[in-house]
């Protein structure tokens, strides 16, 4: 693409389109009002969506990336603009989401000088990008451009930053765009190395109780036939992490659950049994691994993954893939035996029968006046047959959603994983109706977090976005109130949260709400709502006083997982 | 140099980057975040035109190195980094010492210390002298030691700087990544 005697704003604007992006998640602001200038010139092919908070715009384009499996992009001006999309884009590092976010920042002639809404963006999102960049004369916006988006979505993807001084944005040149395919100083993904590849199917060939853990790798890459093939083929039971949920149907006979502190029951005591561990595109986070000394030290252990820096960091590997998920299994499928284990798989099903008994049962049992969570979300996901796309928040709602939706299509989970962002659910949930209008989209939220980013509301009732809200209200900050209910004597400080009249509040945004409080109604409102051709808010009362078991309780190992 | 903890060891960490504004604070912040000491670090130019060598002096657990010395390569700026210990490298250090003139005058003590020390004065003033010492920091310390019954007035010492012994060259480090890559 090519324009003699454009502005850098237009340029900006130009590159963004080169690279084929749609839509933008954004607020204006003095310092990138030039940007906004020539962004009216477009409207009629970049659709801008005027967020109410720039944390809303990083959110709703990371929501955004996950369903379109591309960068999504984010727009603030200076200073508050740009530091208010800073946990947005410390979510996105953590969880490799693909952003871009562009920041207008003040003339080169000011920098350093505390000019009015200077920040300095560079530096306070330095440990939180991937890559980082200060435009300060228009005729670098075209290759910054270029090389943010090549950087957020290659190899491990991530956030990256793009900070334009004013000045650079006002300034004319002759504009021309190529798209970058390679820099000097990055490799974001190697071949696959065909010796650990056989390394690897021999260990897996050789295993007599194999186990497979998926996580957010194998989404990003697109792995999800091969591991299915994988799992057919060579008999191995699969779980998953919390940000692979939905990479392999819940009702996929080798699928035994998901890992981590309120998984199942099967997957974490029975990673301290399995001989091979083959964890695939997943990074042993804390907690899937509960105390380090206490996790899979029996089990040989295969990493599959893109990123160099993963390897041993938290678990000592046998043999490491480096490599792009789907690629290294592609490789590897020709190597593997097949096999069945059906006394190993036998000992998954034993733990499931103890969960369903101990904890299962109870969640959905009727036996409490409210509703609970765990029933809402089981209706939820009977009534979507497990295909709509779950965004969720942070809390118990999260844990029970990802623990009782059934998810039986790719790229329906959308949750904040690694930073555990409250307010990540409305916003993002917004960006993955855009990125997938096709798609039914719930956003499951508590009443805590909700309240962090309620005002995107806004963005809802502007742009017709037919989000469904699905607000679990039990009053508290329930997870908190869970730990202090179990390690801190239920001595419950602050975790009593008195709400609005959230029904009243969506209809002041012109969305049509309902509360329900009783069984009863239940149904036939969660049908109301997924029906609902429009926006829908449905605030369900559930038990106040509910937990979230199985737990493994932090510093524990993860054959000390609690049912209750 | 600070004594080393339990389980800890001293490596020299080369860093090979393009010569970028931002970069340094990239490759702090790895061992900050981790609060991990840096010693010293001294940047400058390559051989290699737009290449700039970070030395880094650290102290840290033998099974962490590795994984710190990945972080740093993961940097979309950074080229390849290398780490070793004192035995697989050449090094030296640099200090200046700042003395009164006097103290040279009607004795030839100070002037003995400096010839033992393969020293050497680089500037005379009326007021001041400046001493120059390359070595390793035990070898400047000493000197530093020795002179400072004398008044010294101020006293430098650069970071270490350092030459990996094994031949291998970097293009040859950086054919293989490209080898490895796919893109
Ligand atoms: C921004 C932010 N602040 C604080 C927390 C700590 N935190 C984790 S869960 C939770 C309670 C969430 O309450 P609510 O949104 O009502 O959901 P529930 O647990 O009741 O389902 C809190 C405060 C967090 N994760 N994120």
Redesign the pocket.
Known sequence: MEKKGISGAEAVVLSLLAEGVECVFGYPGGAIMPVYDALYDYRDRLQHFLVRHEQGAAHAAQGYARVQRRAGVCMATSGPGATNLI?GIADAMIDSTPIVCITGQVGKHLLGTDAFQETDVIGISMPITKWNYQVTRAEEIPEAIAKAFYIAQSGRPGPVLIDITKNAQTEFFDFQYRKCTKIRSYFPKRKVDLSSVERAADLINNAERPFMLIGQGVVLSGAQAEVKEMAEKAGIPVASTLLGLSAMSVHHPQYVGYLGMHGNYGPNVLTNECDVLIAVGMRFDDRVTGRLDGYAKQAKVIHIEIDPAEIDKNVKTEVAVVADAKEALQALLPLLEVKRYPEWMAKFKECDATEREKVILKDFAPTTSLPK?AEVIHMLSQLTQGKAIIAT??????MMATRYYEFDEPYSNITSGGL????FCLPAAIGAKVGRPDRQVVAV??????Q?TLQELGVIMQYNIPVKILV?N?N??????QWQQLFFDRRYSS?D?QNPDFVKLAESYYIPARRVDNREELGEALEEMLNSQSAYFLEVMVEKEDNVFPMVPAGASVAEIRLE | MQALEENQQRYTVSIFTEDKVGLLSRITAIFTRRKINVDSLTVSETENKGISRFTVVIRTAPDRIGVIVRQIEKQVEVLKAFYYNDEQIVYQELALYKMPTEAFAGSQVVEKIIRDNYARVITIEPEFIVIEKTGHEEETMKLFNELKPYGVLSFVRSGRIAIAKPMKLLKVHLEELENISAF
């Not at chain 1, 555990?420 to 307010?423: A, D, L, S």
């Not at chain 1, 508290?476 to 109130?481: H, K, N, Q």
């Open positions: 946990t969570m928040d942070v809390g118990q709602h999260q555990g962002t409250m307010g939220v508590g009443d805590g977090g909700f962090m679990l039990n508290f900050l329930g997870m908190v109130r975790v949260i």
